[in-house]
């Protein structure tokens, strides 16, 4: 099968162009194929955002209390483009009809205990100074066991009560689970988890029924691949669609019709820039290694290339995904004790992944000769810990 037309979004060969949209203003873009002025492609990535956020909009009496909306915020440039157009369209509604649709609780969370780079004080008052209209938290990834009490009861199990109470501190806990997971696959997949789970009961604690994450349609690609062959295919219609998420909270994917080069440029664009703004973690080298190499970051680095010469192949991969169509979590009993997920026990779900062809209406336990007791694990967190 021949490969789409190689279509790269740049500011080059426009001279003498003009913009496709408006018919008017010089175009000084290519995106997807399209010439652009700057003005319509400001106007063509917000309009992407906000269409996905129509349902939103302001409604019903004027006493209607707006949603609580939790917006997780890593400081980078999708994250951040994503609050800036929601911050408008929140002062757009404001002065329209003096009430809002929602109102934005914006989350920060700290991973500098499982490797990431600390954010640093003055980006984030920056970033209060610049939006100042919505609500800020800032908490650590090891927070995780003060807001899901399973979770640090999973953690015994594993660890064995008496070398979790050794630990005293939830830091001491999570550094020492860590370096029991088997490779640097296992250890950053459990540090996605983790952070997805205390998104959830800290949007779940303050009232936020809904969770808007700055995933372009680049990162869901990179997702949807990474899940499938980490064992979790099963669970893309929960990760990557909007909707139901089986955790209590629905899920919203805003800026999942744009590119992260999209975003990127969008970013460069505004006034003033979002540079400023911006923390991103420093990219380390790739490892000489294929041991110390991450399905994630495999995945990343394929998307990037394919993305620069044939965003209809990312684009694809996402439409696909939303076909999916999920099993009915009421049907499922068996949810796994660290992801968090319902799975089926039968050949077709959880035993047919592990290659068993029988059903059993038990789930897969950790062999990881380090853990101190079995528990009942999905077939992705169980390869995560087995390694």
Known sequence: MPLPKKQVPNDSGNSGKICARCQDSAATLVVRAEHLCRECFMYYVQSKIIKRMDHFKVRGQPSDAPINILLPLSCGVSSLTLLHVLDQQLHIQMERSNRTGYKLHILIIDQSTTGGQPIESHYIDRIRERYPSNKYSNILIEDVFNYDVTLDETWQNLLGSATAIELKSNTELLKNFMLLLPSATSRTDMVNMLRTRLIVEFAKINSCG????????????????????????????????????????MFNFPMRDLLRKEITVYSTMTSPSLATLTFEQQVSPPPMSSRNSTIDSIMSQYFETVEENYPSIVANVVRTSTKLQADDPADMRFVCAICALPVRLDAQGLHGWGGDQADSSKGLTSANSNFKQNITLCYGCARSTIG
């Open 210 to 249: 809904f969770v808007t994450w700055g995933d372009s349609t680049t990162r869901l690609a990179e997702k949807t691949l990474a899940e499938t062959a980490k064992g979790r295919g099963h669970s893309l219609p929960w990760q990557t669609a909007d909707g139901s998420s089986t955790r209590g909270v």
